[in-house]
């Protein structure tokens, strides 16, 4: 890449919402269709939300659209995708086949802007849950097999960048870990609940953002799924101080851009060093 340093100390990044139903092509294609919007508005980041490529009637439509690591029709997509759009892309989630039939691996996988994968994460923490004073309930774990327990942050011109997916966003410990390895960029590609995200996802987004001084990209699912699930949109894009600069405002595909002021986040650090006061490993 030609830019230098000085010219990426503000980059516009792009959070995908989508309402991602129950095949992969149609999916894929609107996919295509939100990324090639978000390059056009400016765009040099742009994360899709998890499950982005299938949203099946049952939960076990995901095994017959499993894939080889590196190679399959979904990672042919964001690659081909990423190097036409000049996009880096981060995509989650795709399953990915695992050792076990009957489960996949979620995985998170970045494409740089020629379209090379630089980075797989597979999600840590798996949504095994029941609604409280609910028959609704969840277990990802029947058809997911969860990553290793292995925070990651990566390298790209716009700063460092740690990935989580979902459900992690309960877990404090998995973005402090990410700060402390350098992540400026969190990107956290979710299919929260409607129930769920009716009650905790602004507050959960905004305090990963606020205790880690990070910006954070969460893309969201959102709307009627073919399962008859219900996911709670409001894509969100905060700030390292907490304050939302861009939000979904629909249950529809949608993409919603923010620009990110890296030397503001330095400042914020620097003037406000909550990461360097902290007493308990």
Known sequence: MSDTRAALETVRVAAIQMN??????????????????AARRGARLAVL????????????????????????????????TAAET???IAAGTLP?????????YPALCVYDDTGTRVARYDKIHL?????????????????FMAGANAPMVIDSPFGRIGLSICYD?????LYRALAADGAEIIVAPSAFTHTTGT??????????AVE?????????????HASGRRTYGHSLICDPWGQVQAEARSEANEVVIADIDRSRAARLREGFPCLSHRRLA
Request: aromatic share 6%; net charge negative; hydrophobic share 40%.
């Open 127 to 143: 949504f095994d849950v029941g609604m409280p004073d609910s028959a609704e309930a969840y277990r990802e774990s029947a058809t």
């Open 96 to 104: 990915i086949a695992s050792p076990e039939p009957d489960r996949v």
């Open 199 to 208: 009650a905790h996802w602004h507050l959960l987004t905004r305090a990963r």
């Open 20 to 37: 991602s139903r129950g095949e992969v092509d149609p999916n894929l294609a609107r996919a295509g269709d939100l990324l090639r919007d």
């Open 169 to 173: 966003l309960r877990f404090p410990e």
């Open 49 to 80: 939300p998890e499950n982005f490529a299938l949203m099946g009637a049952h939960e076990t439509d995901k095994l017959r659209e499993a894939e080889p690591d590196g190679d399959g029709p979904i990672q042919d997509f964001l690659a081909r």
């Open 212 to 224: 880690n001084l990070a910006t954070m990209i969460a893309p969201n699912q959102a709307g009627h």
């Open 86 to 88: 000049g996009l880096w």
